[in-house]
């Protein structure tokens, strides 16, 4: 089987790993004024630093910086956008988790305040500094552009600065446009897009809160897809873009449930990406079967080790899990990855750094097994 020397690479991961408590302090003891942003900046860069070199140390031909520098996976980025706020969300996200439970939460709603626009640069120092100290491939991540819709709607979106949605969507689309053109100008080839809205809308229930904010659930994907399209469509050649799709992720906690079948001939076909990590670590995500739309030419990174609880999946588990997505795609189109990132913000960490360190090792042990090579 022939080794990926481009990613995604047979042993992945999503992006976000679990805070040091030093580093937590730390963001704490900024936001109550009692450490400097300058002396933040230090503590956050010594830890990335580490955190980079553990990722090496395991094998991995790919780091990131842990988001250590992001309070949020979403809202560091899109709040930099020019008249974009947090506003109460109207609508409550029902987070179920292993034991049953449904926990209620309300997560804020972004408000589209005026024109879109970009100030400045949002991730590009922060990828400079990842690329500065890596060895292996520096990936970064940010939030889908679906993310300033799919919560609050056209009723979020200010109606004087855009009358017609389609001014809406191009002015967001150019506004990730500027920022990819910046990572690619900064030496970014490894890009990531964390999409959660394209897999909520392959649950019944969330398809229904859809229609409640006055929009088509038939219709929205192929108006994401566009979107994200839209997004990189102007990207270095030599870049390569990946998606995440991820049902929710908070201690342990998720959102949506059900497979990817309702859009996956349109999700693997129509998105210009070039792979797509995908969450199949519980009977949640549905069946393999959603492969079977994989051109050719793209990979498919099975998110099969679970971020969500601290037990440690077997060798042979993984093995057998590969041997059946295998039946629906080519072995050499495959990739493994834990299933989401450790964690998408401050804190609701399910496992400790050891524990995490143990799934990373495990994807990278599996990944030479079959494929030979990480």
């Given at each position: 089987?022939?080794?990926?020397?481009?990613?995604?690479?047979?042993?992945?991961?999503?992006?976000?790993?679990?805070?040091?408590?030093?580093?937590?302090?730390?963001?704490?003891a900024a936001k109550k004024g009692e450490t400097s942003d300058a002396a933040l900046r230090d503590i956050q860069q010594k830890a990335i630093r580490e955190v980079v070199k553990m990722q090496e140390g395991i094998g991995l031909k790919v780091v990131t910086d842990g988001e250590y520098n992001r309070q949020s996976w979403q809202t560091d980025f899109l709040l930099k956008f020019a008249n974009v706020k947090l506003v109460p969300s109207k609508t409550a996200m029902h987070f179920h988790t292993s034991e049953g439970g449904n926990q209620e939460r309300r997560p804020p709603t972004?408000?589209?305040?005026?024109?879109?626009?970009?100030?400045?640069?949002?991730?590009?120092?922060?990828?400079?500094?990842?690329?500065?100290?890596?060895?292996?491939?520096?990936?970064?991540?940010?939030?889908?552009?679906?993310?300033?819709?799919?919560?609050?709607?056209?009723?979020?979106?200010?109606?004087?600065?855009?009358?017609?949605?389609?001014?809406?969507?191009?002015?967001?689309?150019?506004?990730?446009?500027?920022?990819?053109?910046?990572?690619?100008?900064?030496?970014?080839?490894?890009?990531?897009?964390?999409?959660?809205?394209?897999?909520?809308?392959?649950?019944?229930?969330?398809?229904?809160?859809?229609?409640?904010?006055?929009?088509?659930?038939?219709?929205?994907?192929?108006?994401?897809?566009?979107?994200?399209?839209?997004?990189?469509?102007?990207?270095?050649?030599?870049?390569?873009?990946?998606?995440?799709?991820?049902?929710?992720?908070?201690?342990?906690?998720?959102?949506?449930?059900?497979?990817?079948?309702?859009?996956?001939?349109?999700?693997?076909?129509?998105?210009?990406?070039?792979?797509?990590?995908?969450?199949?670590?519980?009977?949640?995500?549905?069946?393999?079967?959603?492969?079977?739309?994989?051109?050719?030419?793209?990979?498919?990174?099975?998110?099969?080790?679970?971020?969500?609880?601290?037990?440690?999946?077997?060798?042979?588990?993984?093995?057998?899990?590969?041997?059946?997505?295998?039946?629906?795609?080519?072995?050499?189109?495959?990739?493994?990855?834990?299933?989401?990132?450790?964690?998408?913000?401050?804190?609701?960490?399910?496992?400790?750094?050891?524990?995490?360190?143990?799934?990373?090792?495990?994807?990278?042990?599996?990944?030479?097994?079959?494929?030979?090579?990480?």
């Amino acid at each position: 089987m022939s080794e990926r020397t481009s990613p995604p690479f047979r042993a992945d991961h999503v992006g976000s790993l679990i805070r040091t408590d030093a580093l937590i302090q730390a963001r704490e003891a900024a936001k109550k004024g009692e450490t400097s942003d300058a002396a933040l900046r230090d503590i956050q860069q010594k830890a990335i630093r580490e955190v980079v070199k553990m990722q090496e140390g395991i094998g991995l031909k790919v780091v990131t910086d842990g988001e250590y520098n992001r309070q949020s996976w979403q809202t560091d980025f899109l709040l930099k956008f020019a008249n974009v706020k947090l506003v109460p969300s109207k609508t409550a996200m029902h987070f179920h988790t292993s034991e049953g439970g449904n926990q209620e939460r309300r997560p804020p709603t972004l408000q589209v305040a005026g024109k879109l626009g970009r100030p400045a640069g949002i991730f590009v120092d922060d990828f400079k500094f990842l690329k500065s100290i890596a060895k292996a491939t520096p990936k970064i991540t940010m939030p889908s552009p679906s993310t300033m819709h799919f919560r609050g709607g056209r009723e979020a979106i200010d109606e004087t600065a855009y009358p017609d949605m389609t001014e809406f969507y191009d002015d967001l689309a150019r506004v990730y446009r500027e920022e990819i053109a910046d990572l690619g100008a900064a030496g970014c080839r490894y890009l990531q897009i964390d999409e959660v809205n394209l897999a909520y809308l392959c649950d019944p229930s969330l398809r229904q809160h859809v229609r409640t904010i006055g929009e088509d659930p038939a219709s929205l994907p192929k108006t994401y897809a566009s979107l994200i399209n839209a997004s990189i469509k102007s990207k270095p050649k030599d870049m390569t873009v990946c998606m995440h799709l991820c049902r929710g992720n908070f201690a342990g906690a998720w959102v949506a449930e059900g497979g990817y079948d309702p859009i996956a001939e349109m999700l693997f076909n129509d998105i210009n990406v070039d792979g797509y990590f995908l969450e199949y670590d519980s009977p949640r995500a549905g069946s393999f079967e959603a492969l079977r739309f994989l051109p050719k030419g793209k990979v498919a990174v099975l998110g099969l080790v679970t971020t969500k609880r601290d037990a440690l999946e077997t060798k042979d588990a993984l093995l057998k899990r590969i041997d059946e997505a295998a039946k629906y795609a080519p072995l050499d189109q495959l990739a493994l990855s834990p299933q989401c990132g450790f964690s998408s913000g401050i804190g609701g960490n399910t496992m400790t750094i050891d524990d995490e360190i143990k799934k990373l090792e495990l994807v990278v042990d599996v990944a030479r097994e079959i494929w030979g090579a990480a």
